[in-house]
């Protein structure tokens, strides 16, 4: 098969140089870079040592010079200059403002809305900035530190993202890599990109678990390895849950221990939350430690602190349980568990993770950095390095797609953890007769209404030939490539006309909303279903009385005064009825409907056969 | 680049109902390897284009082959069956009573971890109908009575729902 012959890229020659390139890490709080050393990938430190750089970018005013602070510098000045400094950008990439604003209702920063799209933009002493630029500036420094220890400009990177981010969430990380001037080789996901760091190392067969328990969000994946191939089978999480979770639930235990009613002041809310994070960070090598909040001094052992923060550590299991599920997998199927984010230095989690999947779990690469390994040795992979011994990553998308149907209804297209790439076309019909367009409206999530899904674009498809109801044929092709980016077009099969999209959307689904909308999707199943059923029932009803309506202007003159006035009692009823949300009982009035005009019915057929034969006599009269 | 091919063909295996998973899963990653387009990251535009829709292929045949469902399905559509155009008569009574039956005891189930057990007991007779199902559509379509084929197949069809209903159900149970 010559057409499976497909030329690694750039690696033909034995003599061909080794090429630069990078894994990013692009973290909330922080970030890294990863690059080859040698036989191994490992993270870059800056000229102090450090490894990490924080995420975040303080703006300086022409009089101090100007420019751009990234990093340690920058943080510092998080307080003293805060409209310029900006941190944990990244949660902001792919949203609307509005939706930023409610989400995060203490943000220093002057925000100005972008009129076009609602996209947040934010006025610093330096001129305005989009959050894609900020994290662009981010993205520039990590690169410049790796061209200075590469020795040259790179090739490409690798940027990891998480694994529910969405299709604006990608766009606008791919576009920031764009913006600062890297050539993006593959946009990655967290816990894929961590499964590589620990795959290589084991050269292992069989099922790995990745726990990503970060500072605010929880992921669980499950993959497969077999012979180099990297299978993302399910995952799942809760991005409402995370390292800060177990703050805040011992800041509460603190305040009740130390019995104070009174209102904290801001500063002592901050001093609260930094005891509570000690402790938390003591209690993970000491068996117990000593806490002063004010005048209040006690102790905590590890004991309570499992207690109280059991609710948390309950949560992260129950995630597992139903990504093993949506893997199709048990226990015991499970070969590896990988520990990933700083919230996993603590043994309450690592103890519950050991005794949930009876085996200890793997965390000798730091948690902190294995995303970015990962990353780094995927990138030496795409670009070529790697050809003799490459692997291959299989991913999947984690939201079903889908497309709004008649009666604010979600046709399902791409269920969720489908394998990527994926094309998948559906054939949708017109619903009125002489209907030539048609609104193609892409939503992201698993709920079956409409509204309580993520809207992600809406686009017309036009020129559609006036048919029947029902007659036109309209194709929508979905296809998600292998960065996650979402691509829809749709095409009339009748006539072919096409109308074609690349997706982009005017804003993005928050972590904590994907999070927040496979919850309800669980919770409001049979919700749904009622829901469903009430829509239905409404569409039923509503194309009878359409239909009604038209006969008795047409034909109304078949029918008694005394039957007019039964229909119109009939017709009253079920319109009331359309207020309201009983599904059973609009069905029941659209039956009691049906059979009081069923005579009416009869008489129009009567008369339409009456007159179609009229009209054959006279042809027949005709003809002969 | 495969565009148009027969799924069986493009995993080499052959085209019957019963299939090997193993040695398909091993061919649907040996060819991922080969067409996926982190092969083509450096590539030209088209050369990533052809890679994504090669990948598409793959995939979708290999969701499709995998399952036994989607698996019959694809067997009738061979033989220019169009398993969407339901014909009564393919619906046996006595297959119609059955369901009713079976799903009257799934409504009657009390809404509660109570019920778990219960389901899996009825999950349990569903998969042993199921795999009768099967069974007897490797036969029917192997001896090419394609009728017969399309008649198990809404029988399997059948099953299938109800086992989904089931799973779904306990998800709900056990608060997912």
Known sequence: ??????????????????????????????????????????????????????????????????????????????????????????????????????????????????????????????????????????????????????????????????????????????????????????????????????????????????????????????????????????????????????????????????????????????????????????????????????????????ETFAELTSELTDRTINACRRVLRDARLKVPDIDNVVLVGGATRMPVIRQRVADFFQRQPLADIDPDKVVAIGAGIQADVLVGNKSGDAFLLLDVNPLSLGIETVGELVEKIIPRNTTIPVAKAQEFTTFKDGQTAMLIHVVQGERELVSDCRSLARFELRGIPSMAAGAAKIRVTFQVDADGLLGVSATETGTGTTAEIQVKPSYGLSSSEIETMLKASQEHASEDMQARALHEARIEAEQILDALAGALRADGDLLAKEEVEHIAVATGNLESALQGQDSGEIHELTEKLNSVTAEFAARRMDKEISRALRGESISSVADS | MFKDRNFFDVFSIPAAFQVDLTILADQYRELQAQVHPDRVAGGSEQEKLQAIQATSFLNEAYETLQSPQRRAAYLLELQGIDVNQVDQSDLSPVLLMEQIELREQLEELPRDEAALDKLEQLRESIEQRQADCQGQFAQVIEQGSLTDAKKQYYEMQYFAKLAAEIESLEEDLLGY
């Open chain 1, 1 to 302: 098969m010559a057409l499976l012959q497909i030329a690694e890229p750039g690696g033909k020659s034995a003599k061909a140089p080794r090429k630069r390139a990078v894994g990013i890490d692009l973290g909330t709080t922080n970030s890294l870079v990863a690059a080859p050393c040698g036989e191994s990938v490992e993270t870059l430190p800056d000229e102090q040592d450090r490894h990490l750089l924080p995420s975040a970018v303080r703006y300086l005013a022409e009089s101090e010079g100007g420019g751009v602070q990234v990093g340690h510098s920058a943080l510092e000045y998080s307080s003293i200059d805060p409209l310029n400094t900006i941190v944990s950008v990244k949660r902001f990439l792919g949203k609307k403002l509005a939706e930023i604003k409610a989400a995060n209702p203490f943000l220093p920063y002057r925000f100005i809305t972008d009129s076009e799209n609602e996209q947040p933009v934010i006025s610093t002493e330096a001129g305005t900035r989009t959050p894609m630029q900020v994290s662009a500036d981010i993205l520039r420094v990590l690169a410049g530190r790796a061209e200075k220890f590469l020795n040259g400009p790179l090739d490409g990177a690798v940027i990891t993202v998480p694994a529910y981010f969405n299709d604006a969430q990608r766009q606008q990380t791919r576009d920031a890599a764009l913006l600062a001037g890297l050539n993006v080789l593959r946009l990655l996901n967290e816990p894929t990109a961590a499964a590589v760091a620990y795959g290589l190392d084991s050269r292992d067969e069989g099922n790995v678990v990745v726990f990503d328990l970060g500072g605010g969000t929880f992921d669980v994946s499950i993959l497969s390895m077999q012979k180099g191939v990297f299978q993302v089978l399910a995952t799942g999480g809760d991005t409402n849950l995370g390292g800060d979770d177990f703050d805040h639930t011992l800041a509460h235990w603190i305040l009740e221990q130390a019995a104070t009613n009174d209102e904290l002041d801001p500063a002592q809310q901050s001093e609260l939350l930094t005891v509570a994070r000690a402790a938390k960070h003591g209690i993970s090598d000491n068996e117990s430690v000593e806490l002063q909040f004010g005048d209040w001094n006690g102790t905590l052992n590890a």
